[in-house]
């Protein structure tokens, strides 16, 4: 994914989730289709474990967690667990480096309707998680606020 359409978006809410609750551990799955540009998220108290049966994992799983009085929107990407040589891991590692930023612009976006009602969740600070089984890979990476995501979806339209 090199341009984020934020057209190709589509959106779906599990109930009991709704647009505006719950904010603790609300969790997000981010899936980009293989075949065309759309974008699929999905919002719930639990990931989209459908969508994650894939061996490729090639998605982004986020949540809001309370942490230290403050909220964290807490992000995941599968980079390689022992499926994965070395090689293959790093090209993935770079890739969804440089990808994240686009995805997370996607996820907040697509819940800008929860980010209306709890405007303070906007200065939340955003940590996405590389999981690999490679010590250089296996990192967390701190992404700045919700704020600048949600100003960068606004310039994209």
Known sequence: MKK??????????????????????????????????????????????????????????????PQMGQYVLLGRMHISDRDFDEQYAKIRYMIYEREADLLLTAILYGDKELLSHYPWLLNSPIYVRFQSDFPEYNKIQYYGTAREYLNKSIEMI
């Open 4 to 65: 984020l359409d934020l057209s190709n978006l589509r959106v779906h809410i599990q109930p009991p989730a709704t647009d505006y609750k719950p904010v603790e551990h609300r969790k997000y799955t981010l899936m980009q289709s293989d075949r065309s540009n759309e974008i699929s998220l999905t919002i719930g108290q639990d990931f989209n474990t459908a969508a994650t049966l894939s061996k490729q994992r090639d998605e982004l799983l986020a949540e809001w967690i």
